[in-house]
């Protein structure tokens, strides 16, 4: 049994205290004894819980300068002044798509002269709420909230007409962004988030990942019982579909941790009732079954991520040159926390595939979050990050929707600016438990 731990604490928040009934949970990360009394946790302890929402910060050079990344590692400003930077995708000729939900549409930009930075920056495609976008050979995909369309590429990387090849999908609710991405067996897979925190859905594709094929037929669920996964993908050498969950909130500010899954048809993964290593959802009763039932019919994630840090797009290392250890490994854009005390996220996760499968969790970008004596709440962050890909050459895109930048990763060994080194951003606390766990990344 893994940290089979509780705390007793006061709900608070910080800025605008509210007063609010106590809620229920069970700290720590551990897993739940299946022969417990069902009840557990059900009997008054009480949830610590936060508002703080660091400041934002704008861009400059010399908070870019402070920026953590592995030795050798190097970045840059690709393009700035976009608004609402989200999604992103890179074609094979070097053209990065970039879809703008706010502003309904989708950007092409370009680096004519090979200098690191855009020079082209032009709409390619408009719709309302446009965030999904996935680029298969000459084809993109793009997914608003409820319909998914195609396009084709022109030879300038512009795109031709949009046709939709399936829609009614459910609406957004408190997770409307949805995303698609082309897997190994030529299907299409878009994640369609919960409506809610934690509740029990009336439509079966809300809180799941949708498979169908490119022109839209055979629909079906590939996974269900998760809450929000935007960040996903398919591990270049096994086929093997994985992604970050988004937890639950207030069910304290070290609960829930955002979750790494191997994604498999068919199966289930615990939300809205169960949770890290099968433990209860002490809101919410699962119907016509018990917690231990419904755990043993739910699988568990293979990791474990700091509380409430927002994984976003993820991206597997698969083209062009890095260093060895880098490739085929996972790159997930945290967007940052809004409800945790000290905040979590506002960082690049990175995780480490050997031979086809995960062995290490590692920080890989870091120092988006800072702290700062002017702000109200101790601490000022220059960026939410949303967007994470991969250009032909090996260089990482990062976006950031809050100031509208895309920054660019690359390895330039020993010319490189020396830097610190990056740390997971407040994940010192002696019981979050992090990482991979064992019996479940094998």
Avoid at 410 to 431: I, K, L, M
Wanted: net charge negative; glycine share 12%.
């Amino acid at each position: 049994m893994r940290f089979a731990t509780r705390s007793l604490a006061t709900f608070a928040t910080l800025g605008a205290l509210a007063s609010a009934a106590p809620a229920v949970a069970q700290a720590g990360a551990g897993s739940s004894d299946p022969s417990a009394d069902e009840d557990r946790g059900r009997k008054g302890v009480e949830i610590t819980g936060h508002v703080l929402k660091p400041v934002p910060l704008e861009w400059s050079q010399d908070r870019m300068d402070r920026l953590a990344l592995p030795p050798g590692f190097a970045i840059n400003v690709f393009a700035r002044d976009l608004k609402n930077a989200r999604m992103m995708r890179i074609a094979d000729d070097g053209t990065l798509y970039l879809t703008r939900r706010k502003q309904g549409d989708v950007l092409m930009l370009r680096d004519t002269n090979g200098d690191g930075v855009a020079d082209v920056n032009r709409v390619a495609a408009s719709k309302e709420q446009m965030h999904g976008i996935e680029v298969a050979g000459n084809t993109v995909y793009l997914m608003t909230v409820n319909d998914l369309y195609r396009a084709p590429r022109n030879a300038d990387g512009t795109l031709g007409e949009l046709e939709k090849i399936a829609g009614d999908f459910p609406e957004g609710g408190q997770h409307p962004n949805r995303m698609v991405v082309m897997g190994p067996d030529n299907r299409l897979y878009v994640s369609v988030g919960s409506t809610c925190n934690a509740c029990g859905e009336t439509n079966d594709e809300n809180a799941t990942i949708v498979s169908l094929n490119p022109d839209g037929s055979d629909r079906r669920i590939f996974a269900s019982g998760l809450r929000n996964t935007i960040g996903y993908g398919f591990e270049p050498a096994t086929g093997t579909a994985y992604g970050f969950d988004h937890g639950i909130d207030w069910l304290g500010d070290n609960e829930q941790h955002e979750e790494f899954n191997r994604l498999e048809d068919g199966k289930r993964y615990g939300w809205p009732y169960v949770y890290a290593m099968s433990r209860f959802n002490p809101q919410d009763t699962p119907p016509d079954q018990s917690f231990s039932d419904y755990a043993a019919g739910s699988q568990e994630p293979i990791g474990l991520h700091t509380p409430h840090s927002a994984p976003m797009q993820l991206a597997f290392a698969t083209r062009g040159r890095l260093p060895a250890e880098y490739s085929g490994d996972a790159f997930v854009a945290m967007r940052g926390s809004w409800n945790r005390q000290p905040p979590s996220g506002y960082e690049v996760l990175r995780v480490d595939f050997e031979n086809g499968r995960p062995v290490a969790m590692k920080p890989f970008l870091t120092g988006f979050l800072m702290k700062d004596e002017e702000s109200p709440t101790g601490w000022g962050q220059m960026g939410r990050l949303a967007g994470m890909a991969q250009g032909p050459d090996g260089a990482l895109y990062l976006s950031d929707d809050e100031n509208g930048v895309i920054y660019r990763i690359t390895y330039e060994g020993e010319r490189a600016p020396e830097r610190a080194e990056p740390e997971f951003t407040n994940a010192d606390s002696g019981n979050l438990a992090l990482g991979l766990v064992a019996d479940g990344a094998r």
